[in-house]
């Protein structure tokens, strides 16, 4: 099984940026794929950006041009980092790293909250 464990996150104000990151450790099976979901409380989860293990990137919706993913691998784990520009209010949100392997299984991290003032 893998775990998967967010870092980064905070209180920031508008036109300010963030870096979000996700350590991947333990077993991960075949290709897989790695990002980022952001919820707002009563709202369904919203994805943010996708990295492929082929190192294919994609950001959607209002993310795009602002928010940009990446990865490094390290020796125990697989590390993905988002990082978040000219962040607005509606960004604020609770963001999620989620991996989703070969087998197929999913993993979610355990959130972290994203808070843009005005």
């Known amino acids: 099984q893998a775990r998967l464990v967010e870092s980064g996150g905070g209180l920031v104000e508008s036109g300010g940026s963030l870096r979000l990151s996700c350590a991947a450790s333990g077993t991960i099976f075949g290709a897989f794929i790695m990002g980022w979901y952001r919820q707002v409380p009563g709202q369904q989860r919203e994805l943010v950006a996708t990295?492929?293990?082929?190192?294919?990137?994609?950001?959607g919706g209002s993310a795009k041009g602002r928010f940009t993913i990446s990865r490094n691998d390290v020796e125990t784990a697989v590390v993905v980092h988002l990082q978040m520009n000219s962040l607005k209010p509606e960004d604020t949100a609770v963001y999620y790293c989620?991996?989703?392997?070969?087998?197929?299984?999913?993993?979610w991290g355990q959130g972290t909250q994203v808070t843009v003032s005005s």
């Open positions: 990295i492929g293990s082929d190192g294919t990137a994609n950001t």
């Open positions: 989620y991996l989703r392997d070969g087998r197929p299984s999913t993993y």
